[in-house]
């Protein structure tokens, strides 16, 4: 039998937490993750621009023997998946399935909110999309959904600087802006992938805003891994065909656009371990 790999793409090293989370639950599974860091941040690029390069990735991962595919990335999910789901797979891939994040993350938290006040934390992209907004009003008509992008945190990631004191400034400020919006959020999801390595000053901000407003609780966090691979479970309970074409041999291949030996040293900042890297071309 030929490889079945699990694929899971990011436009960098966000996706990275996506693929931790599911190893975890799902630590039989062979996988291959594709970051394009050569050309991130996706976040403020084009919707037309993000899919091409998104189309470009999942070509890549279908041609590497992923009959199925993750876009750990939330811009490529936002402004790509639709396009690739509705277009692109029933003409040319149509025994393959491409899932995105921002459905997973959307079932949960209307249930995990008490005030149904939702707050949303991600790039320029995700937050104009409105993917989160319109996708948690279909599924929990009683929730009220308020985005704040956060120009800055990404590159505080990828820059290595998350958890240095100069991060302080810029998580205060996003917070402040969404809180200010309405006060009454009482949870936050974490829209892009990069962010929970920023969750430690993200819990010591909300806790000093929340001695403002001490009537009103601290608001939950969201971060996405557990839950995306929560959903991945359960799509695979739901779709044996698809089960079936996967191997389990306990293997993860990461794949990126960039240098080898940076991806490599960046990646055991999310996985806390050491990954071997292979440079590859999109196009």
């Known amino acids: 039998m030929t490889s079945g790999y699990i694929g899971i793409f990011d436009s960098g090293f966000g996706g990275l937490t996506i693929l931790d989370g599911i190893r975890q639950r799902m630590p039989e599974y062979d996988y291959i993750y594709l970051g394009d ?6 976040g403020t690029r084009s919707f037309d621009v993000v899919y091409e390069f998104t189309l470009q990735a999942v070509k890549k991962l279908f041609e590497m023997d992923c009959p199925l595919v993750i876009l750990g990335c939330n811009t490529a999910s936002a402004k790509a998946l639709r396009s690739i789901q509705q277009k692109y797979l029933p003409q040319y891939a149509p025994n393959r399935r491409v899932l995105g994040v921002i459905r997973p993350t959307a079932e949960v938290v209307g249930e995990l909110s008490h005030t149904k006040h ?6 320029e992209g995700t937050i104009k999309s409105e993917s989160y907004k319109l996708e948690i009003e279909k599924l929990h008509p009683d929730c009220t959904i308020v985005g704040q992008a956060c120009p800055m945190w990404v590159p505080l990631v990828e820059n290595n600087e998350f958890d240095k004191p100069g991060a302080d400034y810029f998580v ?4 402040t802006k969404l809180m200010s919006q309405d006060p009454l959020i009482d949870t936050i999801i974490l829209g892009c992938t990069h962010y929970p390595l920023l969750l430690p000053k993200i819990k010591q901000q909300l806790a000093q805003l929340s001695t403002l407003n001490p009537q009103l609780p601290t608001p939950q966090i969201i971060p996405q891994g557990q839950y995306i691979a929560s959903s991945l479970e359960d799509y ?5 065909e698809m089960d079936e074409r996967l191997t389990r041999g306990g293997t993860c291949q990461y794949l990126t656009t960039e240098s080898a030996t940076k991806f490599r040293e960046c990646a055991s900042l999310f996985l806390n371990e050491e990954v071997e890297a292979q440079h590859i071309t999109l196009n």
Not at 37 to 42: D, G, L, S
Not at 118 to 123: M, N, R, Y
Not at 236 to 240: D, G, I, N, Q, S
């Open 236 to 240: 695979l309970r739901r779709h044996p």
């Open 118 to 123: 939702i707050g949303v934390l991600a790039t």
């Open 37 to 42: 860091n050569a050309r991130a941040p996706y």
């Open 172 to 175: 205060k400020d996003s917070l």
